[in-house]
């Protein structure tokens, strides 16, 4: 079946500290990982994304780690800032019939980065 | 900018009534998907386009409706409109599959 788990739900930390959110897939055959960054009303963003080939990938202050075996990936952001405050989605690929995917994202992360 | 555009941005409604958002995918991408966001909820897929054949459904009610044309642009339809439809409709795409972009969404209200 398609399920993303994410966790956690909220998430508060203060400016400076690291920050780390995590999701589990259930497909198998899942081998594309974007995480995206929604401000309030506005558009999710691709901040980062891996694949299944890749253990780990980092983009400045943001990081995102796979593991294929136990069917989990974590995103990490590190030295926190304020404007880092949004919600967090991550999403896992899912094959269809027919060769299309399409992505099943987890139900988000508020992340609040206090000063 | 992500170079995926939907039109309107904003629109009021009546119960009853029926809207079409409109979506322009970034040049060359050829897929289209369109998602839903409620208040505080997550995006709930709603239909896949790829090339202008549907390739997926989630979780589409009856009373919506999509479509691509030859030109790669997609419509959302939604008819018979109801309070619990007031949301934030995003329209992404991508080329064939991997980075999918969003465009900034059009928020419909239902009164």
């Known amino acids: 079946g398609e399920n993303v788990e994410q966790h956690p739900s909220t998430l508060s930390v203060q400016e400076g500290d690291s920050a780390v959110i995590k999701c589990t897939y259930s497909d198998s055959a899942s081998n594309y990982f974007p995480w995206y960054k929604q401000e309030l009303g506005k558009r999710p963003q691709l901040i980062i994304d891996?694949?299944?080939?890749?253990g780990e990938k980092k983009d400045q202050r943001i990081a995102v780690t796979l593991n294929k075996t136990a069917k989990h990936f974590s995103l990490h952001i590190t030295e926190t800032q304020p404007e880092d405050s949004a919600v967090y989605f991550c999403?896992?690929?899912?094959?269809?019939?027919?060769?299309?995917?399409?992505?099943?994202f987890g139900k988000g992360t508020k992340l609040t980065v206090n000063p | 900018d992500s170079g995926v555009t939907q039109t309107p941005k904003h629109l009021i409604t009546a119960t009853g009534q029926r809207v079409t958002l409109r979506c322009s995918p970034r040049?060359?991408?050829?897929?289209v998907y369109w998602y839903q966001q409620s208040l505080d909820q997550g995006l709930q897929f709603l239909i896949q386009y790829y090339n202008g054949e549907e390739r997926a459904k989630g979780n589409i009610l009856e009373r919506f409706s999509a479509q691509q044309f030859p030109d790669l642009h997609s419509e959302l339809n939604l008819s018979s409109l109801e309070l619990g439809d007031s949301a934030l409709y995003f329209c992404a795409s991508s080329f064939t599959f991997g980075q999918v972009f969003f465009g900034e969404g059009s928020w419909l209200t239902v009164v």
């Open positions: 999403a896992a690929s899912m094959r269809l019939q027919g060769g299309s995917e399409k992505l099943v």
């Open positions: 040049s060359g991408d050829l897929s």
């Open positions: 891996i694949r299944s080939n890749v």
